[in-house]
């Protein structure tokens, strides 16, 4: 069960990808999409077992490598964290799955699509479900690897290709961290096997060790190191340059790496070390304080944005921001819950998106849209959904995750929670007037969209809209349903040992002591947000104009994504090219060469 | 139990192919269709051969296998001695693997003087084989020595239109080491008066003679791996070396300076070795860092590769000095993926150069789309390259990382920058030639590989998976002789275990 649950993602990948001449298009959506239904319906039942009836279990495969006192297998650890993680995962690739079938009907590397697909489920599902260190890192990179190939899909566009590179270099720079991070853990710990090291935390938190000639804290260190390859993967500010670029890539792609099998991975990991992460309060409070940053930061970007892929895009950053706040102070529950209940809604926000898309031809600029409603109702009510629950709307998924979080780090009493609290309550703000400015511009107001493209706008056939359906389902019930599990009463009984909090770090616990006015203002804040943007956009269309005239230099600071790309570029990319090309035809031709074989040079081997 | 003097037969068979040719006489046409055939079928029969004393092979001893000994030269204390163990019988396997995956990529691409040619590969199939089994220092030295004549040939004769620069370059550089090697060589038959391999790597040499001769030897090996600073022969070497040419010279002549380390420098010279580190490690992180940049601006796809064959060997040199059972284990494990992966990567150049006869990256762009295997070919020995874990090129370098953190972290941390820009300067590569839109008439009329290649890359592809995915095949047989040469070196150096006794 637990390894249909796993591997049969792979092998669909394996006969789609290998014999696609053979199956043709419609054998390969077949192959994957029925592989893929297996393992949703296998881990639905895990999950039932594990989680409800609390049975975990790990399945050791085979050795993989073993040398001296390392020793690591191939492993399918299936506790409560990784049951849900995998529901989450194989849950929403069966969405996007069957979404992709009639989105890329016409696209003739389908085949090929869907194998990359499959296998990217696969290589989340190898991280999530890993017991060990390195195979963590192997579903790492290979998310980071499909997510390359998927995001330069359509590989004779430049950008698209440039996109992917971006993608794939900077989670390296990420990976860098995370791998010396792992080498530290089997320094200190003497193994890479999850138990074996934490077991031993305890016992080894206040040990120091020499890092690059200073003393550190060794847990702090691991920790640090490791968030290093969160950054990477979950888009944190620093390393988030790749994610809005990402949006090249095929639409359902965007969902899958958005709501399941890449920038959660990040959350996952710091959720899955919460035995190493307890003890390291000052790294949590750094994870605090970006995470509040990175939700404020993006927040401020979608809203100048006008592509309709990059403002969801943007929104994505934020919210894991929101997640990452909340593992710093310590309410692991309470970030997965989010990741839970975002996959549902994010998912649904992209294909609704992409089924926008798909109506208007390719086009994704928001500017050329408006007053679709008319014409694609059952998409534009799949966009309200996906919004309310994005925004927080009363009973809908994202109201209960997000207030927990919000009312977590209030109720942390640090400086730091209060911190992430005001911050986060300014993103939430932002976050609903980005959400009901995207959907006024798109679907309301008068109709910007060229004639041609008019004549042919049609709402998307029921298998496009059928996944949307599903997900709907989820973002409309996740959160009542999940809550009382997740976060709430039954939540020790829930999550087991597979997350570890120290009992004075239990924010979660905290939370329901909070005052009155701090679980309504993000509500409040909302409603507001929704509010302002009707104004902009709907009651005096020339407001949002004027502003962005009067506010010139932070607009267009907002505009470039306040500039990180362009500063990337001047102080890394350029000169690092600089620099190569000066140690080949200086370093290598001039002075080694000169020195080497000057002497060399007698007749007949002058160089030509 | 194998009876028979399995090693000699591994390493002269391929000589008597070669005498075989010369005996064969018609015309051109037959001259070559046979010459070619005999050398197939005689590097295929060794490679079995060689398959089949890995079977017989101990796994958990640590001492020499198959060991044949006659006496040779007396006078000089020197006999004939061959045999194996953990450590060389893996690179036997690489060479009696590689050369009839050369044989069968020269088939076509070879058209003048073919007969010589295939007697230059397998001439230089019984020097590799002979080297990675000597036991005696003057065979080592002999075998050492005559790899060098046959690739000199190959690069000077079959080679592009620099090749008799290239070729010079390649020859003095290496013959520089070797010279100071003899030196050493003789040095050591002073102080012993003994010439036996397995002897001399108990002895204990004067710390004081240790460190000229561990310098000696440095030098030689440096330039075979080769290191910073005495690479440059190796991107010219490359680009003009016919494709079978390359493999060979990275897929087996590169080790041999790895391997000269892991024989010669830490058993024999213990205590210089470890005095020296420091300078191995400055000159390998230097390596990692310096040539992988270089590797970013290349505008040919061959001194690309080559300049990323300098950067992962420069994982190997780490390795082997952090002298822990991971980063020794990595370092040779490295060799030998590396050994694949960028044979692979060479062939994959031979490929396209076969059919456009150029090595300027920007001539290419757009293969993906009327060459979709090649395309998949290329991504996977790519990927390997750059070490993505669940391929062989991931294990080496991961615990070549963790045996160094546990020396040294800050060599740790420079060293794993080259992970980064590793990734880079493929990943750049591979979008150039491979990605972007089809717009060259001359690069549209490229055809998809062929039968014959396909069939040379499969056995390499399922290596490179089998050893990312199951690596204790290989890792669990070299792991005696590698703890040997540790133990050797702690106890020269009276070092118990070195937890966090550097920064």
Redesign the interface.
């Known amino acids: 069960m637990e390894v249909i649950a796993v591997f049969s993602p792979l092998l669909g990948a394996l006969i789609a990808g290998l014999f696609s001449k053979q199956l043709g298009a419609k054998g390969a959506n077949f192959v994957t999409c029925a592989m893929i239904t297996l393992a949703a319906v296998c881990s639905l039942i895990l999950f039932k077992e594990i989680s409800l009836e609390k049975v975990p279990r790990t399945i050791e495969l085979?050795?993989?490598?073993?040398?001296?006192?390392?020793n690591v297998s191939?492993a399918l650890r299936f506790d409560q964290l990784a049951a849900v993680m995998v529901v989450v995962v194989n849950l929403i690739s069966y969405a996007v799955h069957y979404y992709s079938v009639d989105y890329m009907r016409n696209d003739d590397a389908r085949a090929r699509f869907m194998s990359y697909m499959s296998l990217f489920t696969f290589a989340m599902l190898m991280l999530v479900t890993s017991d060990n260190f390195?195979q963590l890192?192997?579903g790492w990179?290979?998310v980071g690897?499909m997510s390359?190939l998927l995001i330069?899909f359509w590989?004779?566009k430049?950008s698209a290709?440039?996109a992917?590179?971006k993608a794939?270099?900077i989670n390296?720079?990420g990976?860098?961290g995370m791998?010396?991070g792992i080498?530290?853990v089997?320094?200190v710990f003497g193994t890479l096997n999850y138990d074996d090291v934490f077991i031993n935390v305890a016992s080894k938190k206040d040990t120091v060790?020499?890092?690059?000639?200073h003393q550190f804290n060794v847990i702090n260190l691991i920790c640090a190191l490791l968030f290093v390859g969160a950054m990477g993967k979950s888009a944190q500010l620093g390393l988030h340059t790749w994610l809005s670029d990402a949006t090249e890539c095929p639409t359902p792609v965007s969902a899958l790496i958005h709501a399941a099998t890449m920038v959660t991975a990040g959350v996952f990991m710091v959720a899955r070390m919460s035995p190493l992460y307890e003890y390291a309060e000052p790294v949590r409070e750094f994870i605090t304080v970006l995470g509040a940053m990175t939700a404020f930061v993006a927040a401020t970007i979608a809203m100048t944005q006008f592509d309709i892929k990059r403002v969801i895009a943007y929104s994505t950053m934020s919210q894991l921001g929101y997640m990452f706040f909340a593992l710093g102070v310590s309410a692991y529950g309470a970030a997965v819950f989010h990741l839970f209940t975002h996959a549902f809604f994010k998912a649904l926000l992209f294909l609704g998106a992409g089924s926008v898309i798909h109506a208007m031809s390719g086009e994704q600029d928001m500017r050329k849209m408006g007053g679709l409603y008319r014409l694609i109702p059952r998409t534009y009510i799949m966009m309200w959904i996906g919004n309310l629950a994005l925004v927080g709307v009363p009973f809908f998924a994202g109201y209960y995750s997000k207030d927990i979080i919000l009312e977590s780090s209030y109720a942390a009493h640090s400086f730091v929670g209060q911190f992430a609290y005001w911050v986060g309550i300014a993103a939430a703000f932002m976050t609903a007037f980005y959400s009901w400015r995207l959907l006024f511009l798109t679907f309301h107001g008068k109709s910007r969209v060229s004639h041609h493209v008019l004549e042919n706008v049609r709402e998307s056939s029921l298998d496009m809209l059928a996944p949307l359906y599903f997900l709907a389902a989820g973002a409309v019930c996740a959160g009542w349903w999940g809550y009382d599990f997740f976060v709430g009463e039954y939540r020790f009984d829930f999550w087991g040992s597979s997350l570890f909090v120290l009992a004075d770090n239990d924010s979660i616990l905290h939370a329901r002591y909070v005052p009155e006015w701090v679980k309504l203002l993000p509500t409040f804040i909302g409603c507001m947000g929704i509010l302002t943007a009707y104004i902009f956009y709907i009651k005096s269309t020339s407001l949002p104009e004027k502003i962005a005239g009067a506010s010139g230099v932070i607009y267009s600071f907002l505009c470039h994504k306040w500039y990180f790309d362009e500063l990337y570029n001047k102080i890394v990319v350029v000169p690092?090219?600089f620099?190569?090309?000066k140690?080949?035809k200086i370093?290598?031709?001039k002075i080694?060469?000169g020195i080497?074989?000057s002497g060399?040079r007698v007749k007949?081997?002058?160089?030509? | 139990m194998i009876t028979f003097p399995v090693l000699s037969l591994i390493i002269f068979l391929p000589l008597l192919g070669a005498l075989l040719m010369f005996c064969v006489r018609g015309d051109e046409k037959s001259v070559t269709d046979n010459v070619k055939s005999i050398a197939l079928v005689t590097t295929l029969v060794v490679f079995a051969l060689s398959v089949y004393m890995f079977t017989g092979f101990d796994k958990s001893s640590a001492d020499f296998q198959f060991v044949e000994k006659f006496d040779w030269l007396p006078a000089l204390g020197s006999s004939y001695k061959m045999g194996v163990d953990g450590i060389s019988i893996f690179f036997v396997l690489l060479s009696t693997l590689l050369t009839p995956i050369c044989i069968l990529a020269s088939w076509e691409s070879i058209k003048k003087r073919v007969r010589e040619y295939m007697m230059a590969f397998l001439l230089l199939e019984t020097m590799m084989i002979g080297m990675f089994c000597a036991l005696d220092f003057v065979l080592f030295y002999v075998f050492f020595e005559g790899v060098l004549l046959p690739m000199f040939f190959i690069i000077g004769v079959w080679g592009g239109?620099?090749r008799?620069?290239a070729a010079?370059?390649f020859f003095?550089?290496t013959l520089l080491g070797s010279v100071l090697m003899l030196l050493a060589i003789l040095l050591i038959y002073h102080q012993s008066g003994t010439m036996d391999i397995p002897t001399l790597m108990q002895a204990s040499l004067p710390p004081g003679i240790q460190k000229w001769l561990w310098l000696a030897f440095m030098v030689s090996f440096a330039v075979k791996i080769p290191m910073w600073?005495?690479h440059?022969w190796l991107p010219d070497a490359h680009v003009e070396a016919p494709t079978a040419g390359s493999v060979i010279l990275a897929g087996i002549l590169l080790k041999m300076g790895g391997y000269g380390f892991l024989r010669i420098s830490l058993p024999m010279l213990p205590e210089a070795s470890e005095y020296f580190i420091p300078l191995i490690f400055s000159l390998s992180v230097i390596a990692v860092i310096?040539t992988s940049?270089?590797?970013?601006?290349?505008e040919d796809i061959k001194k690309l590769i080559a300049y990323s064959s300098v950067a992962n060997m420069g994982f190997v040199t780490i390795g082997i000095f952090s002298v822990?059972?991971?980063g020794m284990?990595?370092a040779m494990f490295q060799m030998l993926s590396h050994g694949i992966v960028v044979s692979a990567l060479f062939l994959c150049v031979g490929v396209v150069y076969d059919r456009l006869h150029t090595l300027e990256i920007a001539r290419y762009g757009?293969l993906?789309?009327n060459m979709p295997r090649y395309a998949t070919v290329f991504m996977i020995f790519m990927?390997a390259s750059i070490g993505?874990?669940?391929t062989s090129g991931?294990?080496g370098e991961?615990?070549v990382?963790?045996g160094v953190?546990?020396v040294s972290?800050?060599v740790?941390?420079l060293t794993?920058?080259g992970?980064?820009l590793g990734?880079?300067y493929m990943?750049?590569l591979y979008?150039r030639v491979?990605?972007?839109?089809?717009t060259k008439a001359d690069v549209r009329a490229m055809t998809d590989i062929n039968a014959r290649e396909v069939a040379i890359f499969v056995p390499l592809i399922a290596l490179v998976f089998w050893m990312g995915?199951?690596?204790?095949s290989f890792?669990?047989p070299m792991?005696p002789a590698i703890e040997k040469v540790i133990t050797r070196y702690n106890d020269a150096n009276a070092i118990s275990i070195p937890q966090?006794a550097y920064?």
Request: aromatic share 20%.
């Open positions: 085979f050795t993989w490598i073993s040398s001296g006192a390392l191939w390195v890192f192997f990179e290979g690897l390359y330069g590989n004779k430049e290709n440039n992917a590179i794939f270099v390296r720079i990976d860098f791998v010396l080498m530290a089997f320094f060790v020499l890092f690059l000639g690092i090219f620099i190569g090309k140690l080949w370093g290598d031709e080694i060469d080497h074989f060399a007949g081997i002058r160089k030509k | 239109e620099r008799v620069y010079f370059k003095l550089y600073p005495v440059t310096y940049l270089v590797a970013l601006v290349q822990t059972t991971q284990q990595g757009g993906v789309n990927l993505l874990p669940g991931f294990v991961f615990l990382l963790i953190y546990q972290t800050l740790a941390f794993a920058t992970v980064i990734a880079a990943l750049y979008k491979v990605f972007g839109e089809l995915i199951y690596p204790s890792i669990n792991a966090g920064p």
